[in-house]
């Protein structure tokens, strides 16, 4: 089952491909992080996941 996270980073990525880089320097993590993230390999901690999920609302 995706998390919350992962359908929003999923809805942002498609309207925005090859942005993982962008959302990496936003955030200050690797971009391979943002790829697990997507792969629900791992998860931020939730406050990061909640200012990420309102970030990419916003962008939307």
């Known amino acids: 089952m995706e998390t919350e996270l992962q359908k929003a980073l999923k809805l942002y990525l498609i309207n925005n491909p090859g942005s993982e880089r962008e959302l ?10 943002v ?7 791992t998860h931020p901690l939730p406050r990061m996941a909640r200012d ?7 962008k939307s």
């Open 52 to 58: 990420i999920i309102n970030h990419l609302k916003s």
């Open 35 to 41: 790829k697990r993230w997507l792969s629900g390999e």
């Open 24 to 33: 990496a320097d936003k955030f200050e993590v690797a971009v391979s992080s």
